[in-house]
């Protein structure tokens, strides 16, 4: 059974900035799209990040210049790296995994239940 577990949320003030991991079971995050999602409350769920198996990454317009992505291979963990955080990052970031290794229009598989990220003025 496939388990993605995200790890490092917490409050922040603007300005601050977090670390989230994804730590995969079951699934080797070096061998499909992976992706970083955002939910706030009554929002939809927004693409915050993906990086491809071929190293692709995409981030959205909003969080450019100050969140990245990275994975580590070897201890099997995916992560988001958040640099000044603003308030409108505020949400529930969740980890996704795809058994594609493109990213472009595929669904992904494997969710997360997501860990919270809450940013004060």
């Known amino acids: 059974q496939v388990q993605l577990v995200e790890s490092g949320g917490g409050s922040v003030q603007a300005g601050g900035r977090l670390t989230l991991s994804c730590t995969a079971s079951?699934?080797?995050?070096?061998?499909?799209?992976m992706g970083w999602f955002r939910q706030g409350p009554g929002d939809e769920r927004e693409r915050v990040a993906t990086l491809s198996y071929y190293g692709q990454l995409n981030v959205t317009d909003s969080v450019k210049g100050r969140f990245s992505v990275s994975k580590d291979s070897a201890k099997n963990i995916f992560y988001l790296q958040m640099d000044d955080l603003k308030p409108e990052d505020t949400g529930l970031y969740i980890c996704a995994g795809s058994i594609y290794g493109r990213c472009s229009d595929v669904p992904f598989r494997y969710w997360g239940q997501g860990t919270q990220v809450t940013v004060s003025s």
């Open positions: 079951n699934y080797a995050v070096g061998n499909g799209c």
